[in-house]
């Protein structure tokens, strides 16, 4: 579970202060709301949407592999575990709403897990309700703790590894994580609780009543917050920490050898919120780099090569990212890596963010 | 990369005034103040922190969203064994409040119940009296192996209104049902009081608030004959063991943010720290974690207002004035001396005096807390009210979230609050739509 770092918040935070003058608040910004409504419903909804199917994929995996415990059946698991990240890291450029407000996001993907605990309950000989799963920190469910059980460490899970007891726990704990994804989409098309639903509030910004987003440029101020902070987390969050440490246990999708993935798609996320389209789940609509392009062609080119040279540069670090932080020899590739993340925060706050919201 | 950009800020906090001024954006934190109306607006460190400064905010960053875990764990342990939630921020969501939820889904429960006897001896001089295996509060949850204390079921009950013109508007009433581990439910002789968690931005500014400054304020006898009273609660400072002015928490029952900190961390997580150690003098928190949390909630910044050119706004906060809210939610405060120097000597608009006012039965407790009666409750600061549900979405208002927006916020005021409420309640439904703006230009 992250939030905006404190490094991005100062840069945010100094960003809007310096554009106080008065006079400039009457100068146009981004004015038009169709950009933050196919931001909502060809973007964050879809994404949202293919998160809810592929947890559910993984489910029904996890209990084929419960069922049938076999080096088939738990490369299929594991298959389903890595396409349902895919989603999850993609939607993790637009962090806000329900997924923060409703817990669904430490409900997902806690980590570190906590052993002490998970061991304790697979060796208790407790019922694996649904109520006593939802009565588990999150750091023994979600995620995290289903890679674990799937992958073991550093991938070396075999199907005839796996206890009884384990593929019971697996499956109970993917219910909960299906349950959860299934909510956290339902949230933004649904009403919940007599509330409307929250796609209703942010495509709906600046219109009257609307108590989140009474204008539209605070909508627009959350699409860009949403992206730099993505752009700060990967860089001085995910990479840096465990880095700077040489400690994989803080890396992110450490027993899935999966983090490069993960930071890839993350980029992949801001990608798609400034695109206004997510390729994986086929739609699209008027991107907020359109309305760049049309004002400042030059600046549309470089937020898009940015974003091109970040996902190339993580994607050159010698995988697996574990050992990577570890080892001097993978130093340059991860130095490029961050500095391409932090280049391209650079142009969103510098650059984009005076022009769209002024 | 931090220190050249802190520059700027002071920088810019020239072309900013006080309230009132046309056309001048109205500092609400002072020099602490950022401008941004997204749901990131209560989570930016103040703008005017040293570099050291900023470093232990971030610290404090981190350990506000550390995730405890039961005993014994390399990272964060300490947690339970019975608590109500497992990370500061679980409550406190994006530094703001908390949904009114209790139970075992995903929130874990943000909304959390005091309890306490009507006589016994209290755990400190003046404060309230704990029950017998509950303490002064319900812990809904446990580490796996323990039981928790009891379940907490929230319930509303429908209740209807008109407006003086006619319009009609429901208000809805929480029925809180406790039932005991032992499935008993908890007798109707505990006192007890309902609440979610308040927004944690810009307290360190309310911490630096002179004490003469709030009984210059106070009016316990309502000396003025102006129907509004307004009293200091005083409160057991625990590592002074001695009596303190009451700030934090909704009766102010904790005088500083380091012992609201480490209260939180023990009442509502089950970690215990020097403040609250365990009964052998033991405790699990590192005191620089504590105080690197406590530090994170005195530096956080204080949004700017919103809005000011609209009319409706303008004209809504004319209202405010002319309605009587303003005789609580008083517009401004000065801070004093502070070795932290970012929040010396400001001036800033947290529309509070941070007093006790009775505000009626319907808002009533029934709990005692040192010098709160049943029926009063601090002023809470209305800064940053107008985002409340852009850091929450759904967000419910007053103590316990009944409020489902600011209009009902308003209705439930009684008490000495009764002639402002009417006041509101009465007036054209343009007007009533203009204060309403105001407060969400906050």
Redesign the interface.
Known sequence: MRSLSGAAAVALATSLVTACVPEEHVLPGLDDPQIVIDFTDQVVVPTYALLAERVDALHTSAEALAQAPSDATLAAAQRAWIAARVPWEQSEGFLFGPVNSFGYDPALDSWPVNHTDLDAVLASDAALTPELIANLQENQKGFHTAEYLIFGIARSKTAAALTARELEYLTAITAELAAVANALANSWTTSVDGNPPYRDLLAGAGEDGNTAYPSLSAAVQELLDGMVGICDEVANGKIADPWDEHDPDLVESQFALNSIADFQDNLRSVENVYTGAVPSAGTAGRGLGSWVAERDAALDARVRSGLTAAITAIGAIPPPFSIAITDDAADDELEAAQLAVRALQATLEGELQPLVLR | ??AS??L??LG?TA??DGIGEP???PLAGGAT????????AY???A?NLSDEE?DL??EG?VAF?A?F??P??T?NPG?GPVFNN??C??CH??DGRG?PVAG?????SPLLVRVSASDGKAVVPGGPVPVPGLGLQVQD?????ATPEAQVELAYDEVSGRYGDGEPYTLRRPRISITLANGEPLSAAVLSSARIPPPVFGLGLLEVVPDDALRELADPQDGDGDGISGRVNEVWHRAESTTRVGRFGWKASEPTLLQQAAAAYANDMGVTSSLFPEEDGSYELALETLTSAAFYTQTL?VP?R??LEDPDVQQGEALFVDVGCVACHVETLETGEHEIDALAQQRIHAYSDLLLHDVGFDLADGRTDYFASAMEWRTAPLWGL?L???V????GLLHDGRAR?LAEAILWHGGEAERAKEAFRTLPASERAALLAFL?SL
């Not at chain 2, 103040?33 to 990131?40: E, G, L």
């Not at chain 2, 075992?104 to 874990?108: A, F, M, S, T, V």
């Open positions: 990369m931090r950009s802190l700027l800020v810019c072309c900013l056309g001048v954006l103040t950022v401008i941004d109306r997204s749901s990131n989570s930016f460190p703008p900023l905010h971030l960053d969203e995730v875990v039961s014994p764990a990272i947690l497992s990370a921020n679980r969501v994006r949904l075992q889904g995903p929130l874990g949850h446990a580490i796996f192996g910044a700017a919103t809005a107008g409340a549900q852009t929450l979405p759904y967000a927006d969400r």
